[in-house]
């Protein structure tokens, strides 16, 4: 209902008397220059001046006598108001509107909650949204577990099978059987770079469920309950904002501390940022996970998530009750979108975008270091062998990381095997995976070449591919518990997997669950990867770098120590 | 009414949800939506999503070349947040 009438031609907001009075001393010298006159409306160019719209000031600089009288007239309703004039314009201009829509609208009562309201008073309250938001990264890290054991197995059994038997009839059609092209072909790229690409089924159904939690709205939600603990450690809210980051990848993460107001809270940012487990981790958690603990890798992914979050509040009131001072908090607005249907486009556009970004460093950074280890492994140090025919215990490799190995021997893995792995791993963490299936590919390698057709192959990769497609529909009800897979359709675990597990359950002493928990905290906690690194050197300085990457390690040797000379006490 | 939204703001010792902060100031959710657009462009407050894209604009990689908050993979899913800017 309009209860008075409005005229089109009447200004319809009247500020103040003191604006009024500025805005009409404009109008009157606007309107004796006939060239503004006829150019603009005064009123409305008076308004603009006062707000300091700097696109018009720039047109208008030859008239500099307005511009000084502008200057002057804001000069006056600063000293008046205490306040800019484009706040007191715009304030009073809101007002109107505000007081204009009052009238004319009637609205149903807005105290009314819609149903995302409901619901966020429980997914957001200040005691459940916590616990609720664990159990949906606990059903998380189960679905990506669960729907991509089949896909796995899959890539796995094509790329050590058809793909590796055909590069082989290759290069044996070629005269170089047994020749060093063929061990870098197959022992360095397609065990390096393959064992990695073997974990690309596991990240898209990692980003298939967050994109789900995303697009139904519910990650918005989480960001607020992430809030909370950003406060607890003495940070600011929007510390979580690069913090999230960090679950994607470490290296953003450090240049989203660049939002954070002073150096505190950006170097306390910065140091906490890499205990948030990178995507690069997971394929590492959930190969340990599947090895050692087959009956629950999910719930191994989540525990090293939720430890590392843990590490970093804990890490966080340290820090903040010792080296840095409490700093001033600023409040966090969020724009919480009412929940929706996710829509299958939204949803593989995610799960493109993210994935891509896996394969591009598998074949850029993880190629070049499969090359490199190759490399390492090929050049005999001790021994009697050759160039790439030399026992791989008396390679550069293995005597390089001998060096270290013995470091790694009270927490359960003191091999060259796996203290090697997390010497790449420092390149990038997916690097720790490529290293393994690289050293367990060469100390297979005498198993005997089943030469096939390529239609064997084809049919080979197509039929296994039929099953896997099947064994992952089979495998969705796993999430709520119902076992659709019988024991006959559970894939038998790797070469590669079996290779790991008798490794670490020899050099561990027959505890092999326990040294490899102890390996996971490790790789969880130490030194983030190269880049990161740089990247921290870039926003924290060498200073912090070097505090972060030293400091992470010697935490991870103490934590891993706690773990398997902790868990030899308990279960020993 | 505009300047109450900052006072609202910077008075609140929680996280505040957009729609919650229109319904207490009795507020049409786009008139709100526009305060707060004046208020980050007049640097009260800090526009957190833009700004994360922005400190991430040189990293190529997890961005594909791109700085838009929308089509990096690690950003642009993050919730449109804004906060009270701090002086240094």
Redesign the interface.
Known sequence: MVDTPISPTSPVVTYDTSLETEIAHLSVIIQENPTLNQQYTPRWLAIQLLESDSTLSAELHQHADLLQQAEASRARIIAHYQEEP??LL??QR??F??QL?NQVLTRPD??QLTF??KV?QIV?HRYWGLPIFLGLMWLVFKMTADLSAPMVDWIDGTVAGPITNRVMTILAMLGLSGSWLEGLLVDGVIAGVGGVLVFVPVLMALYLA??LL?DSGY??RA??VM??PMRVVGL???SF??M??GF??T??AY?????L??ERDRILTGLLAPFMSCGARLPVYLLFGTIFFPENPGLVVFGMYLLGILIAIGLGLGLSRTLFAES?Q????????PYRLPTPRNIWM?IK??T??FI??AWTVILSMSILIWLLMAIPITGSGSFADTDIEDSAFATIANIVAPAFAPLGFGSWEASSSLITGFIAKEVIISTQAQIFAVAEADEPFEETTMFEDVSEIVTSFGAAVLDTLKSIPLIIGIDLLGESDEAEPSALMTAIRQHFDEVSGGHGALAALAFLVFVLTYAPCMVAAA?ERQELGDRWMWFSVIGQTGLAWVLALFVFQGGLLFFG | MLRRVLQEIKGSTEPIDLNQLARNLKLERTVLDSMIEFWVRKGKLQDLQLEVAEAMACYSPSCGGSCSPTQCPHVGSMPRSFTIQLQE
């Open positions: 484009d706040i715009a304030e809101y007002n509107v505000h829509t807005g105290n995302s309201d966020d957001t967050l994109a995303e990650m918005a960001a607020l809030e909370r600011p809210g929007k904002l690069p999230v980051v994607g990848c290296v953003p240049y989203a501390t660049r939002i107001d002073n001033e600023s409040p966090l607005i969020m724009e919480l979108p995610q975008n993210r891509w970004a591009r460093k990247a």
